[in-house]
């Protein structure tokens, strides 16, 4: 009622008010929200803690924010992931991690604190708003207690629906100490649009696909998302078409399947170059088609296809044959449907397993030599190869931090289940794979969460492996160290020559031991898996882990040298 009184079951009236942040705290409650992430302090940690929603501390704003991704990749993005930090420091220091994540295209909920109102636009006071604008879809802040029911929906319908990518909605601390009339239970929780495509749309994608001599198709994070795995599997199978992922959307297709090529990065295995070659037609399904560095670009002889949920992604980097903003998993069953309705026999189709299955052989005898080296400095491929041989890739998910982690890892490790390897690649920040690992284990608590990355990006977010430790995650990290900063004495010779400014010192076993889980340094190649399966024993039995490996700078990258 307008009075602020609520009708009881008894017909009696009730005065009931609550503050902004237990409101806020009872949306969430409402929302399914299971924890909340962050550093302190927000007014949000108290308020959610009475509602049982408990918090998720972690040392540093950054780590936080790679957590909710994390969370919220390894659930698709069907679990409101949610992050709050305090106005000022918190919100600054956060950024990079608001920027990570809206490369990765992650839906998440960011809910900084403000300055009090009236002092927020006050230099140097940093508004929210006013920064973070260009890395969220969606940048608002509260500026009365009475519109927080309005907002609270409109950022969470946002984060569920249209392209995904963190939406933040500014509470300036006053306000969320003031009181309002409305209960929680009141909100109504948004649910998500899946947007179709047009009948001539699906026919028109069809048919170039059916006329196309040598179609592959490009997978992205978009059918991560949709959790259109098996619709994709059936269409490749459907067609015969080859197919291979970006670096985020890696395991959107499953790498054991004969028709996989595996993932289109910087490196690359030998099949994605040599079906990409030969490619009359490339459908690119659920991605941006982003140029980058770290991504393998589509030559400029292909006619491309490409269904995004982003109308800004078509044109933005290729010129597209044709463009489709729909969500994956509609498009494929679509396009399913209409083919065994209408064009179904087929007739005589190219059958490419066989010619894949020859090429990944003769590329794996390439690099067998380094995946089983005996270099002492342990070969970073060596490494590779332990983990592959240590983990079960259906009960596990594996990230790799940026760089030559990346670069060594993700043309070998084979992921066969969708959500499986969280990758990236259109940014890369040195230490966000920590952070995705520990988010990854808060929402898969079954499964085996393991991070390979270097000593420099360890020295990032290394501190964090205490949040780990101190939250019950416990996730096996890997470090390569090597004493250099990886690839960059190219970048200043002289600076290296001079002056050593490549070379970088430190033992890290002793590091994890000293934050309470289980450290241990690996020189000899023999001992890799031992040492490999006595920290997953650890992390199976709830302890975090860290095996730090002493290996050789490494400049040959497949695809590349």
């Known amino acids: 009622m307008a009075d602020g009184t609520h009708a009881l079951p008894n017909g009696h009236l009730r005065t009931e008010t609550m503050s902004g942040a237990e409101y806020i705290a009872g949306v969430l409650k409402e929302e399914g929200v299971k924890?909340?992430?962050?550093?302190?302090?927000?007014e949000l940690f108290d308020a959610s803690a009475a509602l049982d929603i408990p918090p998720l501390i972690a040392r540093t704003q950054r780590v936080a924010v790679n957590i909710a991704e994390g969370y919220a990749r390894a659930t698709a993005g069907k679990e409101l992931a949610v992050v709050t930090v305090q106005?000022?420091?918190?919100?600054?220091?956060?950024?990079?991690?608001?920027?990570?994540?809206?490369?990765?295209?992650v839906p998440m909920l960011f809910l900084p604190t403000g300055y009090p109102r009236g002092s927020e636009a006050i230099a140097p006071n940093f508004e929210s708003?006013?920064?973070?604008?260009?890395?969220?879809?969606w940048c608002e802040a509260a500026t009365q207690v009475d519109d927080l029911p309005k907002l609270m929906h409109a950022a969470i319908s946002r984060v569920r629906n249209g392209p995904p990518a963190p939406v933040l909605l500014e509470l300036p601390v006053d306000l969320l100490a003031e009181r309002l009339d409305a209960l929680p239970t009141d909100h109504r929780r948004p649910r998500r649009s899946v947007p179709q495509a047009g009948e001539r749309e699906v026919v028109d994608?069809?048919?170039s696909l059916l006329s196309a001599k040598t179609p592959v198709i490009l997978a992205g994070q978009g059918v991560l998302s949709a959790s259109a795995t098996p619709e994709l599997v059936e269409l490749a199978e459907l067609l015969n078409i080859p197919v291979m992922t970006t670096p985020n959307g890696k395991s959107a297709f499953p790498e054991d399947h004969p028709l996989a090529l595996g993932t289109a990065g910087r490196a690359r295995p030998a099949t994605v170059d040599h079906f990409l070659e030969k490619a009359d037609v490339v459908f690119a399904l659920g991605s941006s088609l982003t140029r980058s560095y770290y991504i393998l670009p589509v030559p400029d002889d292909k006619a491309i296809?490409?269904?995004?949920?982003?109308?800004?992604?078509?044109?933005?980097?290729?010129?597209?044959?044709?463009?489709?903003?729909?969500?994956a998993a509609s498009v494929l069953k679509q396009m399913i449907a209409l083919i065994r309705r209408d064009y179904l026999p087929l007739g005589e189709r190219q059958q490419p397993a066989a010619e894949i299955a020859a090429i990944r052989a003769a590329f794996m005898e390439k690099w067998m030599p380094l995946l089983t080296s005996d270099s002492m400095p342990i070969s970073p491929y060596r490494v590779v190869w332990e983990i592959m041989q240590a983990i079960d890739p259906k009960t596990s998910i594996v990230t790799h931090d940026a760089g030559n982690p990346r670069d060594q890892f993700c043309p070998f490790y084979v992921a066969t289940t969708p959500g499986s390897y969280i990758g990236w690649g259109k940014t890369t920040q040195l230490g966000s794979g920590l952070g995705f690992a520990i988010g990854a284990k808060l929402a898969r608590p079954d499964a085996t969460v393991v991070n390979l990355m270097g000593e420099s990006a360890f020295g990032m977010v290394g501190i964090d492996f205490e949040t780990a430790v101190r939250c019950n995650l416990p996730v096996l990290t890997i470090v390569l160290r090597n004493n250099v900063l990886g690839g960059y004495a190219k970048s200043m010779p002289i600076a290296t020559t001079k002056y050593g400014a490549n070379q970088?010192?430190?033992?890290?076993?002793?590091?994890a031991e000293a934050l309470g889980g289980h450290g241990e340094c690996v020189r000899d190649p023999a001992q890799l898996r031992p040492a490999l399966l006595r920290a997953l024993a650890k992390v199976k039995a709830g302890q975090a882990a860290?095996?730090?490996?002493v290996t050789h700078e490494e400049p040959r990258l497949a695809g590349l040298r």
């Open 35 to 42: 924890q909340i992430i962050g550093f302190p302090a927000s």
């Open 87 to 105: 106005y000022g420091p918190g919100a600054e220091s956060a950024f990079a991690g608001i920027a990570q994540a809206f490369n990765d295209r």
């Open 129 to 137: 708003r006013r920064n973070f604008r260009h890395i969220t879809k």
């Open 205 to 207: 994608l069809v048919e």
């Open 305 to 327: 296809l490409q269904v995004t949920l982003d109308e800004a992604d078509l044109g933005k980097d290729y010129a597209v044959a044709q463009g489709v903003v729909a969500d």
């Open 504 to 511: 970088v010192t430190g033992n890290y076993a002793p590091i």
């Open 546 to 549: 860290l095996v730090e490996v």
